[in-house]
């Protein structure tokens, strides 16, 4: 995180929104939008059907270049559709990783000047390298085997560092619930990604680890209700 990014460090209470199908239903969101910050995964929907469940604030979202590739056309057509879209995260930081490997410069760049150019509301982050190369090989020093870690264990990792309480929604990386019910992949499709790109179970593990330390605390059912404060 840029030393000149203006946030009062420590955050206190922060939520970190990943993207499985085990929020559907959750009725999570309200309980989302109470931290003080909230990280999201890779431009996930926010529409009026998802609010219950996945809230409506957000103050930090991770964009992949190949989002910008596939859903907007690596911008080479048009960028309305793209800076419209963008409006559903306020005047939130989107965080990319432009400089970590050479394919996502490109995408990266371009979605920065797309805002810039519109006057947006909107701040892009760049993700600094070598941190997600510190990221990635610390969690590989503890059992997590895969191509590349997903987008959700780096912004636990981002979190874990700059928030004083950390709760992870969305992470459950089984076809399975709790209730023994079928979850889709996430909860606005069932896309599954590329058979062994993630180790999802494996990095389920481990959060699993941090929340039987009291590190954080992952919700994996549903949000009770809040009650009335007296």
Not at 101 to 113: E, F, I, N, Q, V
Request: a positive charge.
């Amino acid at each position: 995180m840029d030393k000149k990014t203006p946030l009062q460090l420590p955050l206190k209470k922060c939520s970190v929104v990943g993207n499985g199908g085990v929020l559907k239903h959750s009725g999570c969101g309200k309980d989302i939008d109470q931290a003080d910050f909230i990280m999201r995964c890779n431009l996930p929907p926010l529409s009026r059907e998802y609010v219950e469940d996945v809230g409506t604030r957000t103050h930090l979202v991770t964009a992949n270049p190949s989002i910008i590739e596939k859903r907007f056309q690596n911008l080479l057509w048009s960028r309305k559709g793209f800076v419209e879209s963008m409006k559903a995260y306020g005047s939130s930081y989107i965080y990319m990783p432009a400089f970590s490997m050479k394919p996502g410069t490109d995408p990266s760049l371009r979605a920065y000047y797309a805002l810039a150019d519109t006057s947006s509301n909107l701040t892009m982050l760049f993700a600094n390298p070598e941190f997600l190369r510190t990221v990635g090989k610390f969690w590989k020093g503890r059992g997590v085997h895969a191509k590349r870690l997903s987008t959700g264990l780096f912004l636990v990792s981002l979190a874990l560092g700059l928030c004083e309480e950390v709760t992870a929604y969305g992470f459950w990386p089984f076809s399975v619930g709790l209730d023994e019910q079928p979850v889709s992949h996430h909860y606005y499709d069932n896309v599954l990604p590329f058979s062994g790109f993630h180790a999802m179970p494996e990095e389920f593990v481990q959060l699993w680890q941090l929340h039987k330390s009291g590190t954080l605390r992952l919700r994996v059912g549903h949000c009770p209700p809040r009650e009335v404060g007296i």
